[in-house]
């Protein structure tokens, strides 16, 4: 009895410490976030439970929930509402408990318990046994983001993600980090993975114009390329790096989004970065880009990092030269691009960590205005692109919301600047075969065109509201239609870009020799057409 007692003592007590060893970043966590309220009027909050990316929840988003709200308590900088109170006022408004509200709803929410904010975020698991909390708190009253901070800890529950259909707040300008896994690459099919890591301290405005203003064009390189007569899958991830707001335990580093075909999603995320004062610690973010990220092992696999900042690159405790190096060891080429003069970037070390990881170095002026060559059939082609969007069928949990994105980004490229030429660049994206296979997982076209859904699994209630009264051979017909659609509009949009390379190409000998400032999509084009060269794509 007494050696029983013992092993029950112990594994008492390895439980007491497993749960300390987890919650102790939390308590950091509510820490930060209570400092970063310092002189804001916030009294009263809600904690709701964090669910992982796209709404999935699982036994941890209440855990979680629940221990960060204990710790707030115990803080004693502001009142919490009880999760029964929380819970019930959630019912009364016909929501749920994972805190899957928008910023409308958030409003009415705070005026229902009477709170002044509300925390809120998503969970990441790293792995089996770590995940990761990215939290903020938002003001009810505004939807304004207050604070935020980062927070990992190990994985104390077993169950998996779980969808529930709905979609995490994010207020009008919060970028949020989802979860893994990514994208499933299929067989034989060429592919690109492609990691932007972006400082956003400060000083960086111009640089994430530049990058919202060009990532179609980027995307569109890989979209006029082949290799073994197959056009490739481009895979983009994001990272954050040098902005105040992340967590300083974690190198003021915040993985955006992992590698995913969702373009528009790309876009999103890119449009809600927001830059702030921090440290630019770049062997910690290309550290963290290199082991979190899922790169394929396929040594014929285009994998490249893209690292762009302005301040020396021997910045933060990480030597970026056992980042580089453990790049180079996985088949990653490292690139480098600086915001400033040449020779600056130089003396700061930004040469030396691209010559190490195999890849190019640039320097940019991240001030210079972006400008693409004005073609006669662009109008042509954005007006086309709005027509392509008729042509999707939002299907499933997730449908509604992705074609929310993709009018998003339709108005984002709309509202740049005209001598970018975004709408142009997104319109020829659209007409890829690139977008169509990121939209297998929310347009019913593109999913039945690619064998990821046969006709018989599509069911009514997860289809628009004008095919729910449709019987199966209504559907079949209205589907095809749209397929047909599409199908047109595409080869009217491939038809006009053929006569525009050629226009474009024309006025860039005209042009050539003239000079001006280099941007980022430019430097990334650049180094992307000569190493996916050496990886047999080739390139019109």
Same mark, same amino acid.
């Given at each position: 009895m007494k050696l029983i007692s013992r092993l029950v003592l112990a594994a008492s007590a390895l439980a007491f410490l497993a749960a300390s060893a987890s919650a102790e970043p939390l308590e950091k966590l509510?820490?930060?976030?209570?400092?970063?309220?310092?002189?804001?009027?916030?009294?009263?909050?809600?904690?709701?439970?964090?669910?992982?990316?796209?709404?999935?929840?699982?036994?941890?988003?209440?855990?979680?929930?629940?221990?960060?709200? #204990?710790?707030l308590v115990e803080?004693?900088?502001?009142?919490?509402?009880?999760?029964?109170?929380?819970?019930?006022?959630?019912?009364?408004?016909?929501?749920? #408990?994972?805190? =899957?509200?928008?910023?409308?709803?958030?409003?009415?929410?705070g005026k229902v318990l009477g709170v002044d904010a509300v925390v809120v975020g998503t969970l990441n698991d790293l792995s089996k046994k770590k995940t990761e909390l990215n939290a903020r708190i938002i003001q009810t009253e505004t939807g304004k983001i207050l604070t935020a901070s980062q927070a990992r800890f190990a994985r104390t529950w077993t169950d998996e993600p779980v969808k529930t259909g709905q979609t995490p707040v994010a207020g009008p300008t919060t970028p949020v980090t989802p979860a893994n896994p990514e994208p499933k690459q299929p067989a034989g099919k060429p592919l690109v993975q492609l990691a932007i890591l972006l400082d956003t301290s400060n000083s960086m405005d111009?640089?994430?114009?530049?990058a919202k203003n060009q990532l179609w064009h980027i995307i569109n390189e890989f979209g006029a390329a082949e290799k073994s007569g197959g056009a490739?899958?481009?895979?983009?991830?994001?990272?954050?790096?040098?902005?105040? #707001?992340?967590?300083?335990?974690?190198?003021?580093?915040?993985?955006?989004?992992?590698?995913?075909?969702?373009?528009?999603?790309?876009?999103?995320?890119?449009?809600?970065?927001?830059?702030?004062?921090?440290?630019?610690?770049?062997?910690?973010?290309?550290?963290?880009?290199?082991?979190a990220l899922r790169w394929d092992k396929n040594a014929d696999v285009y994998k490249a990092v893209f690292i762009a900042g302005n301040e020396p690159f021997t910045q933060g405790p990480v030597d970026f030269r056992e980042s580089v190096n453990a790049a180079a060891r996985k088949g990653i080429v490292v690139n480098t691009i600086f915001c400033g003069g040449r020779q600056e970037g130089m003396a700061m070390q930004w040469q030396a960590g691209a010559q190490m990881g195999g890849g190019d170095y640039a320097n940019i002026d991240q001030a210079a205005q972006?400008?693409?060559?004005?073609?006669?059939?662009?109008?042509?082609?954005?007006?086309?692109?709005?027509? =392509?969007?008729? #042509?999707?069928?939002?299907?499933?949990?997730?449908?509604?919301k992705a074609m929310a994105r993709q009018e998003a980004a339709d108005r984002a490229a709309l509202a740049a600047p005209a001598a970018a030429g975004v709408a142009t660049q997104r319109g020829l994206a659209k007409a890829s075969g690139q977008y169509a296979q990121?939209?297998?997982?929310?347009?019913?076209?593109?999913?039945?065109?690619?064998?990821?859904?046969?006709?018989?699994?599509?069911?009514?209630?997860?289809?628009?509201?004008?095919?729910?009264?449709?019987?199966?051979?209504?559907?079949?017909?209205?589907?095809?239609?749209?397929?047909?659609?599409?199908?047109?509009i595409q080869a009217k949009i491939r038809r006009l870009n053929e006569e525009r390379r050629k226009y474009v190409a024309q006025k860039e000998k005209e042009e050539a020799g003239k000079g001006g400032a280099e941007t980022l999509g430019q430097a990334v084009i650049k180094s992307v057409r000569s190493q996916a060269s050496k990886k047999g794509f080739k390139f019109k």
């Open positions: 509510a820490r930060k976030l209570e400092a970063g309220l310092k002189d804001r009027p916030v009294k009263q909050v809600a904690v709701l439970s964090f669910p992982y990316h796209e709404g999935a929840t699982s036994s941890g988003s209440s855990i979680v929930q629940e221990r960060l709200t #204990t710790f803080g004693g900088k502001m009142q919490v509402v009880e999760r029964s109170l929380l819970k019930k006022a959630l019912e009364e408004m016909k929501l749920g #408990t994972s805190g =899957l509200l928008d910023p409308e709803t958030t409003k009415e929410l111009g640089l994430i114009s530049q490739p899958t481009v895979q983009v991830a994001l990272y954050e790096y040098g902005n105040s #707001t992340l967590a300083a335990g974690e190198g003021y580093v915040r993985q955006v989004l992992p590698f995913t075909t969702d373009l528009d999603k790309v876009s999103e995320q890119l449009f809600g970065l927001r830059t702030n004062g921090g440290d630019e610690y770049c062997g910690w973010v290309i550290r963290d880009a290199v082991n972006v400008v693409s060559i004005s073609a006669p059939q662009d109008a042509e082609i954005q007006k086309l692109s709005s027509e =392509l969007n008729r #042509t999707f069928i939002a299907y499933g949990a997730s449908g509604k990121s939209a297998q997982e929310w347009d019913a076209v593109s999913a039945l065109q690619s064998g990821k859904l046969q006709a018989n699994e599509l069911k009514a209630e997860e289809l628009p509201d004008e095919m729910k009264g449709m019987d199966a051979k209504q559907r079949e017909a209205y589907i095809k239609k749209k397929a047909d659609e599409r199908k047109d």
